[in-house]
């Protein structure tokens, strides 16, 4: 008792040193500059105004032109976009404009849409995203040629409009021309190792879209959990998932995804990953190989078995049934890390080894497997792409022309070098792991990854459509992914996105520190990226 009173003391002094630390000093003063409205990713071209246009929650409206094609996803992101400029919870009420405003500023009641081509269903890797957005005194156009495009204007609409200090709602007049750099601009999460919900996915959809990144990759299973509901192979989530009730994808859950992610111009591109990293496929279906100890089966399983008929029937109706049910062009098949050691012990698979004349070169193994992976993809979907990790092609697997290869090992210039060398198209994933973590700025380093710093001729460098970000899943899930993921991934966003020459970091800094305010007041927690500041939109719980 008599201890408690000097240690109650010891406390509150401690805490008054600590509060007498925070006085202002050089060091805290420096905070993360912000700006204002301006467009992120960084457009192509843009020119800006001093003239103001305010926009009044009751009078301003979206609004086709009369040439324009009139498309569901369009006018269901009108919907979404009036809610993201006029329905914030932050807002205060504009219905009160004052009259210094009213007297110097043109009013602006409505954005004109127009959309040239006829609407597609699904975006693709061909799509054109450019659009042309013009404000100017109390008028505002958006032209694109695809409703793809329009999307992205829209984004970039919403972004310029500002809340100015009185509450009211600004945009100042503006011309923006504006495409992306790479078509594929995707981001990869591992639902396998950690499950995710699809409510939080589709908080992640919402970020990819405010950050114009347009590929979902969706990595859904792996050797830890099997949470795709399959309808030709039930066992595999019964026997795979977590937990077969909860930890689910059902066929609603992906459609719902997919759907999402279209009214967003976004592709879902699912990953099964083979042959490697197939452990919880095994539960289900017994197509994988079974390592011995000498003589003796062990109670471990491998990768899949390439030796078993089964192996073969198997995937020719579950690559099936994928196709169907992912209606993107391009399937991500895997087939990188596969462990050799179980193959190598496997009597069975040695007397195929021998049969086949391939001696001790278990990677022959593994080029018997992709190509019969691949064959049948070509066999029961010809329409079908594929995209491979780096270690196929590695592998000298002969794969079709127009496979997307990703590379994800270092040194990733050489790979980038090899693959287009190939002819094959590539993806660079290697410098945007973001999963790996530290202290202080990681973004800058993110920021400064440029996909075409590899030798290689003109040609080769046409091959390189893009990059992904990749959040894996050993120490992420629902609680935690989207505020690792943003806006680091915003960094690499806005290298996809905007021209080559766009390199400050500096000037990226105070862009993305917008960006992430902007995020937070759309409900999306992305976390401070490069130190002190503040967002006026603080998160509520
Ligand atoms: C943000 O990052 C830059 C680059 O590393 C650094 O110079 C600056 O001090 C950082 N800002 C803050 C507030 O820490
Ligand atoms: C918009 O115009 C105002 C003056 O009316 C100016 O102060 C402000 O900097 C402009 N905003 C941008 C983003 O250029
Ligand atoms: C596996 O398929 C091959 C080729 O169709 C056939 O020759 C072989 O007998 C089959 N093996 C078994 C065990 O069914
Ligand atoms: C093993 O096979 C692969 C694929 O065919 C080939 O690229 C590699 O050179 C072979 N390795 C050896 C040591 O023969
Ligand atoms: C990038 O290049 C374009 C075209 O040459 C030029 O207009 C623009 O000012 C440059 N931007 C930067 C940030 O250097």
Not at 31 to 48: A, E, Y
Not at 407 to 413: C, G, I, L
């Amino acid at each position: 008792m008599e201890l408690k009173i000097p240690l109650l003391i010891i406390v509150l002094f401690s805490c008054n040193l600590v509060n007498s630390r925070r006085e202002p000093s050089p060091k805290l003063k420096n905070v993360v500059p912000i700006t204002k409205g301006q467009i992120f990713p960084k457009p192509q071209n843009q020119v800006t105004f001093d003239n103001r246009n305010i926009l009044n929650k009751k009078n301003f409206h979206f609004e086709y032109s009369k040439e324009s094609q009139v498309c569901d996803v369009i006018s269901i992101a009108f919907n979404r976009y009036y809610k993201i400029i006029f329905g914030s919870q932050y807002l205060r009420n504009m219905n009160d404009v004052p009259s210094q405003l009213k007297s110097d500023a043109s009013s602006l009641n409505r954005l004109l849409v127009n959309v040239h081509e006829p609407c597609e269903e699904y975006p693709s890797l061909e799509s054109d995203e450019s659009y042309t957005l013009e404000i100017s005194t109390g008028l505002a156009s958006l032209e694109s040629k695809t409703l793809w495009g329009a999307l992205r204007g829209l984004e970039s609409f919403s972004q310029l409009v500002v809340e100015l200090d009185d509450g009211s709602l600004s945009v100042n007049n503006t011309l923006v021309n504006d495409f992306p750099r790479f078509n594929h601009r995707g981001i990869l999460l591992d639902t396998s190792r950690h499950y995710i919900r699809p409510s939080i996915l589709k908080v992640h959809l919402d970020a990819m879209e405010a950050n114009k990144m347009n590929v979902f990759h969706w990595h859904i299973v792996d050797d830890q959990s099997f949470p795709y509901v399959s309808y030709t192979y039930p066992e595999l989530s019964k026997m795979g998932a977590y937990n077969p009730y909860t930890h689910v994808y059902t066929s609603q859950d992906v459609k719902e995804i997919i759907e999402y992610a279209r009214l967003r111009g976004i592709r879902v591109v699912a990953e099964f990953d083979s042959p490697g990293h197939t452990e919880s496929w095994g539960k289900g279906v017994p197509i994988l190989t079974n390592c011995y100890d000498g003589e003796k089966p062990t109670n471990e399983f491998g990768p899949i078995d390439p030796t078993k008929n089964l192996t073969y029937s198997f995937l020719k109706t579950f690559v099936k049934e994928l196709t169907q049910v992912f209606p993107d062009k391009y399937l991500h098949l895997g087939g990188d890390e596969v462990d050799f050691s179980c193959w190598e012990s496997n009597p069975a698979i040695t007397d195929f080894m021998k049969e086949k004349g391939y001696g001790k070169n278990y990677s022959k193994l593994e080029e018997y497997y992709m190509q019969n992976l691949l064959d049948i993809v070509n066999e029961v979907s010809p329409k079908t792409g594929y995209i491979i990790w780096q270690e196929v092609v590695d592998n000298n697997v002969v794969v079709k022309p127009d496979t997307v290869v990703e590379v994800w090992k270092d040194p990733w210039p050489e790979e980038m070098a090899m693959v287009t060398n190939l002819g094959y198209r590539a993806l660079l994933s290697t410098c945007w792991y973001l999963n790996y973590i530290s202290y202080g700025d990681d973004w800058i380093k993110y920021y400064n990854c440029e996909p075409m710093d590899f030798k290689g001729t003109d040609e080769q460098k046409s091959l390189v459509i893009g990059g992904e970000a990749c959040m894996w899943g050993e120490y992420v899930d629902g609680s935690n992914v989207i505020s690792r993921t943003w806006p680091r991934a915003s960094a690499v966003a806005e290298r996809l996105w905007s021209a080559q020459n766009v390199t400050s970091v500096r000037d990226a800094q105070g862009r993305i520190e917008e960006q992430r305010c902007r995020m937070l007041k759309r409900g999306i927690k992305a976390e401070p990226f490069n130190g002190s500041g503040h967002c006026e939109y603080e998160v509520e719980n």
